[in-house]
């Protein structure tokens, strides 16, 4: 079956600082992969998404790279913000599976000024 | 324009209680999916309906836990009897392809 494993937090930084959230992901088909945002007290939003091998997803600073052959897909943001501070979630979804989603467990992320 | 909506944001239900949560997804969206997020967990799949046909439901938890969509729009989810164990936050997202978009969630508190 599908699943994700994230990098357990919680991360606290300082502003300015790299930010880097693993994700690693089994999957029997050919999946698509995302990153969701849950900021304090709103909903799950899609941060970025990749949809095939060697595809970069971006969004707001962050990146992430569809890497096949390390069945990974690591955040990253160069320059975190005070307001980046809220719960990232790895997830992917498989054509053969409905596309449902598989999350990781979440990983939370505080930035101080 | 809108997104996905659901009601109540919050409920409080007694142990044995009947609960039925609503779900408005994106106007147009053929898949709508429910999850069901524990405390500091990621959220578990629960039941997924093409238009108005449940084509899986094999992550209710129990009998207890039932879902339609009746007209392809507007779904329900209905939880008999609840227990203590089904107090979580429960989550429904509608998709384009393979693009999920969630709504704010229902906080369900059984006591």
């Known amino acids: 079956g599908n699943s994700v494993t994230q990098m357990e937090g919680p991360v606290t930084l300082s502003e300015e600082a790299f930010l880097t959230i693993n994700c690693t992901y089994t999957a029997t088909g050919y999946p698509s992969l995302f990153w969701y945002v849950q900021y304090p007290g709103e909903g799950l939003q899609l941060l970025l998404k990749?949809?095939?091998?060697?595809d970069k997803g971006s969004n707001k600073g962050f990146e992430a790279t569809y890497r096949k052959e390390t069945t990974s897909f690591h955040l990253e943001k160069g320059s975190v913000q005070v307001s980046d501070s809220a719960v990232y979630f790895c997830a992917l979804s498989d054509v053969g599976d409905d596309y449902k989603l598989s999350f990781g467990a979440g990983t939370t992320v505080t930035v101080r000024a | 324009g809108a997104g996905v909506s659901q009601s109540p944001r919050y409920k409080v239900a007694k142990r044995g209680q009947d609960v039925a949560l609503r779900c408005d997804p994106i106007s147009g969206h053929v898949s709508l999916f429910w999850y069901q997020q524990a405390l500091g967990q990621g959220p578990e799949f629960l039941t997924y309906?093409?238009?108005?046909?449940?084509?899986?439901k094999s992550g209710l938890p129990s009998d207890r836990f039932f879902a339609e969509r009746p007209e392809g729009s507007v779904s329900t989810l209905k939880i008999q009897r609840t227990q203590q164990e089904d107090s979580a936050v429960y989550l429904c997202a509608s998709s384009s392809k393979e693009t999920q978009y969630f709504g704010p969630g229902t906080r369900l508190l059984v006591l």
């Open positions: 309906f093409q238009n108005e046909a449940q084509l899986d």
């Open positions: 990749a949809t095939k091998a060697d």
